[in-house]
């Protein structure tokens, strides 16, 4: 998105925020995004807060918050309004990877997808995901426009490839997280800056774990990556799958406290959770923020929520 472009929209926001929001919800919103709220505006006017505190947000979020809004501008493209929606292939409310892989390396690539699964990462493995009556190419680009982060598994042939080549391109040009993934060969051309990691001597499932950190620790991903872990944990449809997911959050550094205040809040409502077991994770957590932590005494004194002044 172009300098000016971003200052319009920008502009457009606040008008719009203004005229829908009160200041506290505002900040709420904001803290979704992961955006700071402790600034204070150089006039007390929320289109002026907006103003002040949005440049310094990257242009991804911006489009994003724009696209929520429903908001029409020449900046926010038919391909970059696309939404998860459009895309069916996607796990609902997981972290959204496209793998970019040769067809001979499919077979691995589906195993990693699959392993990737555990820490709430749905990848997008291209042969695979895309049903044999859809276009392939328009799957594919509906996979590029509305994936958080992009893969690339390199391997002799990878650069010779078009479509995987090209694949890089639509991510560079969107100013996504691209994590090379070096398997004989080494990161090249726009992608040279990455290190990448290193795949040869590895298992899948380390492979995995290795994604799954870059994801947890880039300042790209890592406050959207946070929020997402953090709503799959309450949404553990069995005890085991909330342990496992508990078990990705523990991986993660310098985890806000709010996040697991929010946790803490929160996982009572889950009665699944209601075990033993998935606590005694949790509290292993908690107890390093010197929480008071939970215990199945938390889900019984869950209030119910107060009727009383309800219209009937």
């Keep these: 998105m172009k300098k000016l472009q971003k ?15 009160t200041f506290s919800e505002i900040d709420g919103y904001f803290e979704v995004y992961g955006i700071p709220t402790d600034h204070q505006p150089s006039y007390y006017s929320k289109y002026v807060y907006v103003k002040e505190v949005l440049p310094k947000v990257d242009d991804k979020i911006i489009l994003e918050i ?11 493209t ?14 609902p409310g997981h972290f959204k990877l ?9 077979k691995t ?33 509906k996979g590029l426009f509305t994936m958080d ?53 590895k298992n899948v499932g380390e492979v995995a774990n290795g994604v799954f950190k870059i994801i947890a620790s880039n300042p790209k991903t890592k406050n959207q990556y946070l929020n997402i872990l953090v709503e799959l944990i309450l949404l553990s449809n069995s005890v085991n799958q909330g342990i496992e997911r508990l078990n990705a959050l523990k991986e993660i550094k310098d985890i806000p406290i709010d996040k697991i205040q929010y946790l803490e809040n929160r996982i009572p409502e889950n ?24 215990s199945l005494r938390s889900f019984e004194n869950e209030q119910e929520e107060d009727y009383d002044d309800l219209p009937f």
Excluded at 98 to 106: C, D, G, I, T, W
Excluded at 271 to 294: H, V, W
């Design 109 to 141: 690539t589906s195993i990693l997808k699959n392993d990737l699964e555990r820490y709430g990462i749905s990848a997008f493995v291209a042969h695979e995901d895309i049903e044999p009556t859809k276009e392939w190419q328009d799957e594919i680009e």
């Design 98 to 106: 496209f793998m970019s892989h040769l067809a001979s390396f499919k």
């Design 78 to 91: 038919n391909k970059s309004n696309m939404q998860e929606s459009d895309a069916n292939f996607w796990k």
């Design 7 to 21: 200052i319009e929209l920008i502009d457009i926001i606040g008008k719009e925020l203004q005229s829908r929001m």
């Design 149 to 201: 982060a992009l893969c690339a598994i390199l391997m002799p042939g990878f650069k010779e490839s078009n479509w995987t080549d090209q694949e890089v391109g639509v991510a560079i040009g969107r100013d996504v997280l691209i994590i090379p993934i070096r398997k004989d060969l080494d990161p090249y051309g726009f992608i040279g800056k990455y290190q990448g990691l290193q795949a040869i001597g």
């Design 271 to 294: 009665k699944i959770l209601k075990s033993t077991r998935f606590l005694k994770n949790f509290n292993e957590i908690a107890f390093k923020y010197d929480l008071l932590g939970l």
């Design 66 to 76: 724009a696209q929520e809004l429903e908001i029409d501008h020449p900046s926010i």
